[in-house]
């Protein structure tokens, strides 16, 4: 199963159980040790996970760190975890007197929800007090994917990571410094769009005046932006759609309809009877979906199902015949969009006009 699965599974469960999860010891079973185990350590190897670490710190003995996690008989990451009902604080934490005395070069500290790694970036073997890579498990980008599969055992490698920690902590830090100009426009950050359209003396008033300016026109080219990029995203959609009607017509005589899916036509036409003489809602079986359209018309799709492939899903069309596709239950859950497509049939019907 690849990473990225394993990590959606994961976080599906954390919010799941979460509620039910009470001490820092539940969460370790529960959600931190499972993380370990997606990035393919064996918690029950003692040789390759090792609960309870301890090590000598000067006169201090006894001191325990959760996790040690171990390759080829030497520690590789060294993780302190909180219950997930903690805020996360490196102050007085166990993991910088534990990087020092080990050849470790990276920490972890956890509540099995937010994670943050640390390395040696600004003194060698001292540990920042700054994480190079932090996350929400339960709201994962692609890109940390990728970062979190750098410590997957099969991809380990130190100084790859490390050469790379670098670039993701400046980055880090300059996201932060970009949100806070967004919110509020520095005087500096003003200037420096002022003084290129600008042509009379930049006074105090007229840096003030300019804020203003700025922050609007920054919020409008992000949004101009997102728009360019929806919009050709819908113009790929609607490509692939009509390339898939092509098909329909091709290979429509292969097609096998299940009782399911006729018991979930059944579904819509009930939903949609009060709109629509049931002669009008038609269904037309595909390999790829099983699709149920107004006056047989494949302009005039009222709905998508995909209800062979495992997972279940219900495709719904926007004014801009656009779609987007849900997960479902069971096709009992159609019943919930009864208001999405009874507004599709008054898309169509006021169009006829």
Known sequence: MEINIQLKSLADKINQLKSKI????????????????????????????????????????????????????????????KSWKEKLTIHNSQLFRYFHVTKTRFALLTNGITYQFFTDLDDQNKMDEKPFLEFD??????????????????????????????????????????NAELESPSN???????????????TEKVVDEFKDLVQKSVSQYINDKINDRLNAALT??????QDEETVIVEDDSKT??????????????AILRRKLPT????????????????DDNNRKPLCRLHLNGGKKYISLFNEN??????????????????????ETVALYETDKG
């Open 22 to 81: 009470e001490t820092e010891e539940s969460t370790k079973h529960a959600f931190v040790l499972p993380f370990i185990h997606i990035l393919g350590y064996d918690a029950f190897n003692p040789l390759e996970v090792v609960p309870e670490f301890t090590a000598d710190l000067g006169l201090k003995k006894g001191e325990k760190v959760d996790y040690a996690i171990f390759q080829n008989g030497e520690p590789i990451i060294i993780v302190e975890c």
């Open 137 to 178: 498990i339960t709201n994962l980008k692609e890109n940390t994917i990728n970062e979190i599969a750098k410590f997957h055992k099969a991809n380990f490698d130190v100084n790859n990571i490390v050469s790379n920690a670098s670039s993701l902590k400046y980055i880090k830090e300059i996201k932060k410094q970009i």
């Open 188 to 202: 500096e950050f003003t200037r420096l769009f002022a003084n290129k359209v600008y042509t009379g003396r930049l």
């Open 236 to 241: 790929k959609e609607t490509i692939k759609q």
């Open 256 to 269: 096998i309809t299940t009782e399911e899916e006729l018991d979930a036509y059944r579904i819509v036409v």
């Open 279 to 294: 002669n009008r809602i038609i269904h037309r079986d595909t390999q790829s979906y099983f699709g149920i359209l107004l």
């Open 321 to 342: 015949k656009s779609e987007t596709k849900l997960t479902i239950s069971t096709i009992d859950d159609i019943y919930q969009y009864e208001k999405e497509l009874l």
